[in-house]
């Protein structure tokens, strides 16, 4: 049996239920996927201010589940926020869903696409695009402004659809990747409709985390990603310190 | 029940099965690896001159496998001989060892190092990692300057953990990638012996694929990868036409 | 007069007024320089998780800047945290002294190395350097090895000096960078004993703001850096609400 | 006197006969070429499938090339299919179209277009600007979505002029790369219609081979490209085994 | 007090008021500028001609500011003509406008595009780009098409504004810089317009080298940017010889 | 009969001669080379300072080149001094001997190690090697600190031969580059001694300048490198006036 924690990053109930259920129709049937949701930040992630201040409350998460038991961890927010850190964190594996969305589609073709929320997100995705090495791969970022907490409302997935179809059409993409977790549950469809893969990347990552605690595999911790150092921590945050 | 054909481009059985043995041993329970041997080609690849030579044998396994039901497949030497135009023939998603190994090292920190067999071979492996985006990721390409069918002699492995401890100390390396699909079995040795993660391609490929499957992803097939047109092929190739 | 506000994002007050002192030596007779330190965060800046739990306390003190007219602002620390942020947040321009440090050495010269404390943040400096586009003109990351918090015990400064100097004769840097803002004022001292320029980021980032300042110049805010959206945030940083 | 083998990769007789005649047509008066066919391959070339199985049968050419004292070898097809093998291969100096057409086209200003016949094959002709380093040179690849053995027929002269203007007036390109061999005889009047040099492949690797044989210059064979290793092969290609 | 010389490399003393009042304009209350006038050069510069044939005349007032004790240069044209060689030659810190303007508009947010004259001088601007280091920063070089001695002709202002606005809206820039020495009292005025950040390179340069100086740094003169050694000149040139 | 002038920056009538005579014996039968000397410029070139005050003299050489009939140029100094701007003044093809040296040593394996006279010359090199798209190729320059006006002192054959045995033997060159026009003959010598290719720029550039005349290749003249416009130039260098 392995313990595979699933963090959404913002504080929206409804979105970690989405988010849980995807990740556990994604891994194998010895996999239990646990979706947390934090008890402090954001209740949506849609600037960097709202990604900086929805890390301690992801972290906060993590250090739970290192007592808990869990093996390994996904950051289910596209941009990844508190990868690193929580790598220095955690036991296990932690992977985010933008690297393993983004990582999966170099698999299916030459190139892909990204459709996200917001055009304000776009270049935190292309600053993740480079930092994994995916620059090329990654065509464009387009963005449908539909607010990461309207991705319910009518007529959103048909306007996501249509940036999924433009991206093959003016793209070029072998393959689009959502870029949102809250869009995980319209992959399938998506892909039906446009007939190109779909990455979704908390299924992504979900697989990703159980295939590495599978293979035994985690965070190098010899070097940059071993514990920090214990030191004091102030004010709100020193519940944080590290023992 | 997933269908998962992992292809030793060489025509040395024993490679073969141990190549079987590790890509089984790590998959899923619901998952049979079939390791294939093509019936024409080099008895190790380590020149750009053998890994081309490979190429039509193990095109014609591919082929094998699409009337076979095989879902998935994996390219199991670390040059990853003939990846595009297997993902032009293949119905399922295709993955090379090489990508995998080296994408897999890209979650467990920041730099990795290959350690491969002859130095004559560092150059392509310096090439793809180039090409799939981890150049700055890979912080060396090592050789023990052991041929591939020596892999076994005695004193290999001990030359093998050696430069693997290299990797670390002199490369700052968070994880180690083997470079050689015969080095498969050495990797939880190795991996125990020096304290850092050690991947090897042929289980992180054999993952890579089962996943792929199993999240319904495989080769985007409306541009470059579409099916290759038909058309004569003539002398000893003949039989490789496409209809 | 300019209101500039530099921001120690740990929280050792000893700290911050080195800082606060270096800044307001390298800005002009019309400059005054406000000094702060958070509330709440580390003792000090040594792993991401360390940089990832500062950013709120710095927040709230950009927030508080807003407040009480701050023109301009300096991140005092060499991993640049929160930077994206804070420009979203703040009117005037917002500098973190690696950016600064590092473009200030480019006009140098071909080539600069960093001198750092830890040897497990040169992996953040490394990235910085990429990120901002210096990534070939930074020649080496070299860590001396002496945590944040003893810079000032004996041996630190010939420790420092000592690496900047093979930075000149093994890496060939024309100017070197100090990678650590605990280290602003060795910076004189080191260039006259190693004959080369020696960027402190402190004294650069001041500067940097400060010139922005007069030229009219602040983050463009049409696009991504526009203010936050408004939206609930819950649980101890329920506080950082944007209005 | 200098013999330079000019090898067309696909097997059709019409296309040798057209790259022999342009290569010769390039080469000084003391150069005599011998345009060869393979004996086995496909038709033409326009998959990596395709190109794939191109590859044995040229290396056939190359090896009797040898044998009948060949001094230096092009490969004649824009994918450059086999090049590094058969630089272990040959002693002489061996040179693809797409190499020699698109650094000669950087003697020519700052950026240059390719055009090419299938879409589907930009892929590879963007992969081989990369890894040859005119990635940033290389402003475009055009196609004209004519297949290989059609571009003699009617119209389809006017097709790829009408897009290499495209590629000066859209692109700003200062030249124009033809992308397949079996465009060679237009290069003259295309650059005569639209005004900017036109550089043919198979004319320019002629010059190139001719060049590096009369400087004495050859592939550096103490490392990678030094003759592969001896070895068993099996099966249809057994003939291959190097000696 | 601080002298800065700011160098106009070409002999239109017009342009050299118009640079001069902008630097002064921008440098503190104890800097003085000094605007120089080449004795020997091009009109304008739009060309590379022109621009090798500004470098001698450029040399000659930074040698006459070694003399006269300038403790700072800028070079104030788009091209940063003669820089490598200036620094060579000067005591203080020499800064080009292009340098200067595309460094500060990296504080700016993400991404700039230029607007300048020519469209023939946009791969000069670019090529600048690419060497400091913001080549992905730098989402566009536009071109207005106006020559530079013609940028205060009626409808002048316009047409680089509507260049400027496209760069927002088409490109999503963050910020604006304007590609010319000759636009630098456009600045403001535009910036007010078009309700985005506009950087002028003089402005930009004089604020940075008035900032090198007082925090004490110049260009490193241990390696490659140490006084040219001693050699005899001949004819026209023959006065430039160093000592 | 084609009619090539080969430029030696420098106003060194020796090193003219031997630059001459290793460009005549690189051509073929039908070739004339001319070579040059200018009227004005530095005996030899070691710094930015040299090599932007060889520039005109370089130009007046091409202008009467243009009037004298030469169909091409080579500049034969390892700085490619002047090459944008000799572009646009000639109507044939211009080639530096560093591009022509670079490029042709990618024909020869994987990677080239430079080997050139002062080290304060490396950052050029370096610079070139990256603006050709062959910064990955180029493993190392390395300098043997013989000024150029010393090379056939006693001794330097033999420094310089060393150090493009280290080039094999630490950086696991396929091939070596001379950089310095003044190595021309030796590079046979070396070649036969250290048993790799060495490439010699003056020899490779004049054949490159050979074939693009031939082939009937130039600049492309429709945008950047037009003929510069006409304008009033003052001064010493009045005459470069174009007409």
Redesign the interface.
Known sequence: MTRIMVINPN?TEAMTEVIGRCAQA?V???TVVEAAT???????I????????A???L?AEIARGEVEGAQGYVIACFGDP?L??A???ATG?V?GIA?AAM??A?????GFSVVTTL??????A??LA????????CLAVRACEI?VLELESPGATAAITEECRRA?VED????VVLGCAGMAELC?KI?AEI???V?DGV??AA??V???V???????S?????R??A????????G?Q?R
């Open positions: 504080t994604a194998g049937a010895g934090p008890a402090m930040g954001p209740a949506s849609e600037s960097h201010y709202d990604e900086a201040l890390v301690p409350g972290l508190g690193d850190a790598r220095e964190l594996p992977v690297e990582r999966t170099t698999y299916l073709g030459r055009g304000r997100t776009a270049g935190r292309r600053d480079e930092h994994y090495g995916v620059g090329r791969a607010p093959v070029g993409a072998d393959a399938a892909s007939g190109v893969p990455v299924a992504a697989r990703t159980e295939s590495l599978a293979l035994g595999l985690s965070t190098g010899r070097g940059e990603f071993a920090p150092p030191k004091p921590y102030t004010g709100l945050l020193s944080f590290i």
